[in-house]
């Protein structure tokens, strides 16, 4: 027989005992929306930034790349925001008019410190994991941040009481990734495999999103590799030619409305969604295409290499950014960051992408011209109508 306890509303955990099966819930609170004894808890107005839509959401690393976005994109439906920051206070006060008067709230954090977490969380239905760390520094390694750190704030959620938690992932994340220019396999892809394993662990029904490379305003992709750190005068190094890469990256916006989604559809709970772009390119076509976006094509100049047949001077200069500037590599240039630009996008057919959460996908070609326009060359020059031709955007890459 199967001894059932019906504690909560949602499943949480199956646990063999004796033979038998014992089905576990997690008594969890209600929506805000939901609560009856709480007039201030009823939504309110008919939609929009000065409304309130009856979610309460708490979002780790709100200052973050993404953050911004998914801020902009909560307020905009009427959510009430906690977020939690670390450092100046004025480095997240921008985020304050992403909500109308009394919608935006602050709160410090450490990611060490279970109080300040217990406390940004306390009165939230939906707490979002954005913490993320591209490099290690002497304050957080990534077991920190991506393991532990993910660990931390699923428990102290689950403790809480709160009904959603959605964590962001990476794509490529496995337990054995295999080196590509690394000489060992990459602690980034190892923790982020790991961080999935200790939330679920923690917040068995939690939503989990994959993304490959994203790219947007004030990215670490594009920039990335049209800095000048990246290039060797008018040469770019790249893993096996960037002919052994295949690349899928998405827009920051859409994943933003993907987690957005997420928090308002219950019936994501436990699933596992891949951010990844509508179409999928050979690394070499992309970084061509950028530098011809730039006005820097071949005609410039602009060549790229395999990495291999640079063994001193590439490597000297990474060490170099790394050494002149410990906290933020210049350039982004950093082994890590080579490493994850040299891996290709598996997206497994088995799991749901941002397309099964509603949103429309945005195309490079759409957007990446309009990125990358501040860092085209003669830009003080106002060139008239078709005087340069417009690049032919990058072939899509076929199975």
Known sequence: MASIALKGQFVSKIIPKNGSFSILYIKSETYS????????????????RSSFNGVVATVFGCTGFVGRYLCNKLG??????????????YDAARLKVCGDLGQVLFTPFDLRDDESIAKAVRYSNVVINLVGRDYETKNFKYNQV??????????????????????LSYLNAEENPKPLVLK????????????????REEFPTATIIRASDIYGSEDRFLRSIVSPWRLHTQYMPLYKNGEAT???????????????????????????????????????????????????????GFR???????????????????????????????????????TTDVVDKNLPTLEDLGVTLTHMEDQVPWELKPYR????????????????PPPVYAD
């Open 184 to 199: 060992s396999p990459s602690m980034f892809k190892i923790s982020k495999h790991l961080g999935e394993c200790a939330v």
């Open 304 to 342: 790229h290499y395999d990495m291999k047949y640079d063994p001193i001077l590439f490597p000297l200069k990474v060490a170099l950014a790394n050494k002149l500037s410990p906290a933020y590599p210049f350039g982004g240039l950093h082994w890590e960051g080579l490493e994850k630009e040299a």
């Open 76 to 89: 905009k439906i009427g959510t009430q925001m906690i977020l939690p920051y670390r450092g100046d206070f």
């Open 377 to 392: 060359a003669y830009l003080f020059y106002i060139d008239q109508l078709g005087e340069f031709p417009k690049p032919p």
């Open 33 to 48: 929306s939901d609560a009856k004894t709480n007039l201030a808890a009823y939504k309110r107005g008919t939609g929009g």
């Open 146 to 167: 991506h393991v532990e750190g993910a660990r931390r704030l699923a428990r102290i959620s689950r403790e809480m009481g709160v009904e959603r938690f959605i964590h």
């Open 246 to 300: 295949i690349k899928q990256p998405v827009y920051v916006s859409d994943v933003a409305q993907a987690i957005v989604n997420a928090a308002r559809d219950p019936d994501t709970r436990c699933q596992v969604y891949q951010a990844v772009g509508p179409k999928r390119y050979l690394w070499k076509d992309l970084v061509t295409w950028f530098y011809r976006l730039m006005r820097k094509d071949e005609t410039w």
